[in-house]
């Protein structure tokens, strides 16, 4: 998991806006539609970013469905030191 957080949160192109959804679900479990409010993004944008999460075991979904709230999987969970380690590093202010 450590190096896949890495990854998807410090290495790639849309690193920046995959912490920005990941600090705006920390706060509060949230549907596409609003993170792409919230976070001023076109909502492809989101969902794409949402899916590359997803895909990674970072995030889930309550369901298939339009409104789908995203939440954390347990495993995420369960390296949520290491999460917030490399959220801290890549974006200090953002804490």
């Known amino acids: 998991m450590e190096g896949v957080l890495w990854y998807l949160l410090a290495s790639t192109r849309g690193s920046a806006n995959r912490v ?3 600090r705006a679900l920390d706060e509060q479990p949230r549907n ?3 993170l792409a ?3 001023d993004l076109d909502y ?3 969902q ?3 899916e590359v999460l997803i895909e990674n075991n970072v995030l889930r979904r309550t369901d ?3 409104a789908a709230v995203y939440l954390f999987t347990e495993q995420a969970e369960d390296h949520w030191a290491l999460l917030q380690e490399v ?3 890549v974006d ?3 804490a």
Do not use: M, S
């Open 92 to 94: 200090p202010e953002g």
């Open 44 to 46: 492809k944008t989101v």
């Open 32 to 34: 596409a539609n609003q």
């Open 20 to 22: 920005r959804i990941v």
């Open 64 to 66: 298939n469905d339009y």
């Open 37 to 39: 409010t919230e976070l």
């Open 87 to 89: 959220l801290e590093t």
């Open 48 to 50: 794409h970013h949402l």
